[in-house]
Antibody
Framework: EVQLVESGGGLVQPGGSLRLSCAASGFTVSSKYMSWVRQAPGKGLEWVSVIYSGGSTYYADSVKGRFTISRDNSKNTLYLQMNSLRDEDTAVYYC??????????WGRGTLVTVSS | EIVLTQSPATLSLSPGERATLSCRASQSVSSYLAWYQQKPGQAPRLLIFDASNRATGIPARFSGSGSGTDFTLTISSLEPEDFAVYYCQQRSNWPFTFGQGTRLEIK
């Protein structure tokens, strides 16, 4: 079955760090463009980052310099390392497969709460 | 950054009625616009890509139109399962951006 399963969310204090994981099955992460998209409570969707099949990475200005997207080909898993977390980073984080023209596959999301 | 503005914020209709949702871009995105449906507690689901192409498995009652800066998602006859939040998203320029959403609720 083709699916994405996120994990790693939780409660973290402002300034803290967290690493999210997204395990893929049914396809190879390294051959696709993979993204993280987040949704603050009661709010809309915000694209966070993308990693191309060739390894290039891009970030939203709101997270640039603080978040790092990566993948482990041997584990077929996508990651998002989040450092210097702020209150406004509180959101459900989805990983999603980007098929050049659209996001066609999404995980169920993992909740990150930044609070003291 | 391209800003997408969706209207109305909330649309109250009854099953069987026609729904028309709008998405306006702050600059031209050509036809590089997609629509997604999101139900509570679920991930978004792709409905339409490149303004007017239905995704695999999407019923024919969903249609998209427009180009440049003005786009429309039309649901010809609402089914009970269509009441959800709808987002538009552009891929014309980095960063990808989404609209703020239109909530389609049962009247």
């Amino acid at each position: 079955e083709v699916q994405l399963v996120e994990s790693g969310g939780g409660l973290v204090q402002p300034g803290g760090s967290l690493r999210l994981s997204c395990a893929a099955s049914g396809f190879t992460v390294s051959s696709k463009y993979m993204s993280w998209v987040r949704q603050a409570p009661g709010k809309g969707l915000e694209w966070v980052s993308v990693i191309y099949s060739g390894g290039s990475t891009y970030y939203a200005d709101s997270v640039k310099g603080r978040f790092t997207i990566s993948r482990d080909n041997s584990k077929n898993t996508l990651y998002l390392q989040m450092n210097s977390l702020r209150d406004e980073d509180t959101a459900v984080y989805y990983c999603a497969r980007w098929m050049i023209r659209y996001f066609d596959l999404w995980g169920r999301g993992t909740l990150v709460t930044v609070s003291s | 950054e391209i800003v997408l503005t969706q209207s109305p914020a909330t649309l109250s209709l009854s099953p069987g009625e026609r729904a028309t949702l709008s998405c306006r871009a702050s600059q031209s995105v050509s036809s590089y616009l997609a629509w997604y449906q999101q139900k509570p507690g679920q991930a978004p689901r792709l409905l339409i890509f490149d303004a007017s192409n239905r995704a695999t498995g999407i019923p024919a009652r969903f249609s998209g139109s427009g180009s440049g800066t003005d786009f429309t998602l039309t649901i010809s006859s609402l089914e009970p399962e269509d009441f959800a939040v709808y987002y538009c998203q552009q891929r014309s320029n980095w960063p990808f951006t989404f609209g703020q959403g239109t909530r389609l609720e049962i009247k």
